[in-house]
C-alpha cells in the first residue's frame, strides 16, 4: 500500500505540472487567436469568449497532460531503478497499473460528463459571440468608414458622415450566382433587431449593355445571414447533449440520414474520455523503455501518440461515421480498438518480458 501510493502521489503531481506546462504554451496562443477572431472588440467579449475556449480545449488538453505525467513517472522510476526494486519486493509488473488506474478513472468519468453534456452548449455559445463580435464591428464600421464588406457583398463611397454615404459602388451577388454592380449618389443603413435594410437615392443598375435607374429602393438583409458564425439552430448534433441526442434516436425525432450523425456524435464523446486508459497502457511502457537518459524523445512520443489518436479519431472517424459509411459505433471506437491492442503489446514487450 504504501508503494502504491507513493507511486500514486508523484503521478498526480507529474499530471498537474504538465497541464500547467501545456497550459502557459496553450493559453497565449489561445487568447491571440480570440483577439484575431474577434477583432477589436471590448475587453467584456474577450473575457467571455477565452473561458469558453479554454473549457472547450479541455478534454483535449487533459488526456494529453495524463500521459506526458504517466511518461516522466514511470520513466523516473524505470532510471532510478526503482522499477527493479519493486519486482524484487515480488510485486507484478501488472501492479503499475492500479495506480494509473485510479487516476484514469476520475479523470475519463469527468471528460466524458464533460463532452457528453458541456461542452455542446460552449460551442454553441462560443459560435454566438463571434457572430455578436462580427455584428460589433460592422455596424461600428458603418458610422466611420467609407467602405464595407459583407460578404459576398461590399460597399464603397467616396464621403462618410455619421453613417450617410456619398456617391456609392455598391456590388451585390444575386441569388443566381450573377455579381451586379450598383451606383448612388447616397446610401444609408438602417438596423432593426435582425434586419439591416440598404436605403439607395438615385440609383444605377450597371449592366454591360446599359443603365437601369431607380429613385429610392431598398435592399435587404438578416444580420444571421451575414455572419454565419451562429448556427440558425441547435439541432445539428454536435450542439446538442448526448441526453437529448438519446432521446431524440429513441423518439424518432431524426430523420434516417441525421440518425447516423447523432449515434456517432454521442460515441465519440465516450471514446474520447476513455483515451486515459489508452494512454496509461502506452505511457508506462515508453517512459520505461526511454527512460530519463531520453526524456524529450518520450515526451516527442507521447505527443506522436496523441497526435495519431485525434488525427484517426475526429478526422477518419468522423468521416465515416457520420455519413454512415460504417456503423457509428464502429467508427468511434475503431481507433480506441488499435491503440488498445498497441498498448497491450507495448505493455507486454517492455514489463512482462
Known sequence: MRLQLYVLRQLVLSVVFSLAGLGVIVLPTVAIQALNKLGAIDVATVARYLPLVVAELAPSLLPLAFLLGVVATYGRLAADRELVAIQMAGFHPGWLLVPGLIVAAPLALGTDHLLSEVS????????????EAGEAQFLAAMQV?????????SLTAESNQNGTWRNVVLSLELDEGRPQQISASEARIEVAGDL?????????????DQHVGSASPSYSWRLSELFKAEP??????????????????????????????????????????????LFLLLGIPTGVALRSATQLGAFTGAVGYALVYYVLAERLGKVLGATGAIPPFVAAWATNGLFLLAGLWFFRRALLR
Open 120 to 131: 455542446p452548449d460552449l460551442k454553441y455559445r462560443q459560435r454566438s459571440l463571434l457572430r
Open 145 to 153: 468608414q467609407s467602405s464595407l464588406s459583407f460578404p459576398p457583398h
Open 196 to 208: 439591416m435594410t440598404l436605403h439607395l437615392k438615385d440609383m444605377v443598375v450597371v449592366t454591360p
Open 232 to 277: 440558425k439552430d441547435r439541432s445539428r448534433a454536435k450542439y446538442r447533449p448526448s441526453s437529448e441526442l438519446r432521446a431524440a434516436l429513441a423518439s424518432g425525432e431524426h430523420a434516417p440520414e441525421k440518425r447516423a450523425e447523432a449515434g456517432y456524435e454521442i460515441q465519440r464523446r465516450h471514446a474520447l474520455a476513455a483515451t486515459y486508459f
